[in-house]
């Protein structure tokens, strides 16, 4: 698709491939593969290009305390350990993932020990 609306739009005016994620979940219904994602590829005619932006509250940037004084501005830590679905708010601890995985490593592991791995 890149390729051609490069041709189309010229490769000079490509701006940026946006991932959409308009599924939350697979889908029973599919033919094959489910698709959750769409791909958005931006191009621009000028250089006049310009965002609008939606202004931020002070609750929004409340987060955002860390400065590593390198002129990217302030940054926040979060808990990468607590994964948030967007779908309802549905948090989804990464111990329960890892209780699924965890059985499957320790197979693979045992299987290649056994090759002398």
């Not at 940037?61 to 830590?77: A, E, F, V």
């Amino acid at each position: 698709m890149r390729r051609l609306c490069d041709e189309v739009f010229g490769e000079e005016n490509f701006l940026a491939q946006i991932v959409w994620q308009k599924k939350y979940a697979a889908t029973n219904d599919a033919k094959g593969f489910s698709t959750t994602h769409d791909y958005i590829v931006v191009y621009q005619k000028s250089t006049a290009f310009e965002r609008n932006l939606l202004p931020r509250t002070a609750e929004m940037n409340k987060p955002y305390i860390h400065d590593d004084n390198d002129d990217k501005g302030l940054w926040r830590s979060d808990n990468l350990l607590e994964m948030q679905s967007l779908a309802g708010g549905i948090g989804a601890k990464m111990g329960a993932f890892l209780q699924v995985i965890k059985p499957v490593f320790a197979h693979l592991k045992q299987q290649f020990s056994k090759l002398g791995y």
